[in-house]
């Protein structure tokens, strides 16, 4: 099973600053991997696919980069609405497709 | 709209049944996977298994294999998970979620439903 982790565990961030989150698979994932948002309640929502591919609808302040075993989600000027948890996810090995343990991004 | 429909929330007891829903509308529910993502409280996201309608192909993650059943019925554009035997340890959310293309496999999930709060009391 691959392994995925993310870094940090949370994220303190000022409105209108740059989030940096890392997502590091155990072994090459290809470009499989996907990153979801999910605020507190709520289903997660798909962000980016492909590692860098936006899904219909996601600003473009969300932006995604790497292949391999290296991937960084990128959020340009955080908005208030942005304040979430983060999951990584590949979809190259199987069984299972696993989630890394999500990143907190909280209001600094 | 493409959405995905789930059943309330269940309270059980330890060794009960249990069978959760998800309806599909507004696309071929045939043609794309439908997989179950289980969230403990407080916890992160877990891939429990899925399911291709079309022809109810099913894989499941080895942690969940045998603990768990999925199905479908593609008249009703429904998928399913069931528990035969409930076990509190089994207390969480379960989140059903569409991948985002056709038939293939490797995929990612873009459409979700609201999910199902399951409670197992022991």
């Known amino acids: 099973e691959i392994v995925m982790t993310q870094s940090p565990a949370t994220l303190s961030v000022s409105p209108g600053e740059r989030a940096t989150l890392s997502c590091r698979a155990s072994?090459?994932?290809?470009?499989?991997l996907a990153w979801y948002q999910q605020k507190l309640g709520q289903a997660p929502r798909l962000l980016i696919y492909g590692a860098s591919t936006r899904a219909t609808g996601i600003p473009a302040r969300f932006s995604g980069s790497g292949s391999g075993t290296e991937f960084t989600l990128t959020i340009s000027s955080l908005q208030s609405e942005d304040f979430a948890v983060y999951y990584c996810?590949?979809?190259?090995?199987?069984?299972?497709?696993?989630f890394g343990q999500g990143t907190k991004v909280e209001i600094k | 709209e493409v959405q995905l429909v789930q059943s309330g929330a269940e309270v059980k007891k330890a060794g009960e049944s249990l069978k959760i829903s998800c309806k599909g509308s507004?696309?071929?529910?045939?043609?794309?996977?439908i997989g179950w993502v289980r969230q403990m409280p407080g916890k992160g996201l877990e891939w429990v298994g899925i399911i291709y309608p079309g022809d109810s192909n099913t894989r499941y993650s080895p942690s969940f294999q045998g603990q768990v059943t999925i199905s479908a019925d593609k008249s009703i554009s429904t998928a399913y998970l069931q528990w035969s035997s409930l076990k509190a340890s089994d207390t969480a959310i379960y989140y059903c979620?569409?991948?985002?293309?056709?038939?293939?496999?490797?995929?990612?999930?873009?459409?979700w439903g609201q999910g199902t709060m399951v409670t197992v009391s022991s």
């Open positions: 979620a569409r991948h985002s293309s056709g038939y293939s496999f490797a995929d990612a999930f873009n459409i």
């Open positions: 996810q590949q979809y190259n090995n199987w069984p299972p497709y696993t």
């Open positions: 072994q090459s994932v290809s470009s499989n």
């Open positions: 507004g696309y071929s529910f045939t043609t794309h996977w």
